[in-house]
Nanobody, 117 residues
Framework: QVRLVVSGGGSVQAGGSLRLSCVAS????????MVWFRQAPGKEREGVAR???????TYADSVKGRFTNSQDNRKNALYLQMNRLRPEDTGMYYC???????????WGQGTQVTVSS
């Protein structure tokens, strides 16, 4: 089991930036996906960025060019740099360590991101 601690949310004005961190403890076996999700009130959960253990990274179309995922293997940390934030980026952001095939795995607690216009 992997424990994930998420931090870095906050409130910013549109156009601003935030950086989320996800620090993992525990061992992740095999092929895994580290995924950033977000969920706005009344909306379905949305995958924002996905880092795969082979090094590939994919982004949702809504955040491409604005959000960047990076990782520090020495710290077992994953980061989501969010630039040019928009009000529609508002939501609770989560980090998850998932088996890429099954989608099952461990979740961190959410961190709130609020972007005002």
């Amino acid at each position: 089991q992997v424990r994930l601690v998420v931090s870095g949310g906050g409130s910013v004005q549109a156009g601003g930036s935030l950086r989320l961190s996800c620090v993992a403890s525990g061992y992740i076996y095999g092929s895994y996906c580290m995924v950033w999700f977000r969920q706005a009130p009344g909306k379905e959960r949305e995958g924002v960025a996905r880092f795969v253990s082979d090094g590939s990274i994919t982004y949702a179309d809504s955040v491409k060019g604005r959000f960047t995922n990076s990782q520090d293997n020495r710290k077992n940390a994953l980061y989501l740099q969010m630039n040019r934030l928009r009000p529609e980026d508002t939501g609770m952001y989560y980090c998850a360590a998932l088996d890429c095939a099954s989608g099952q795995g461990d979740w961190g607690q959410g961190t709130q991101v609020t972007v005002s216009s």
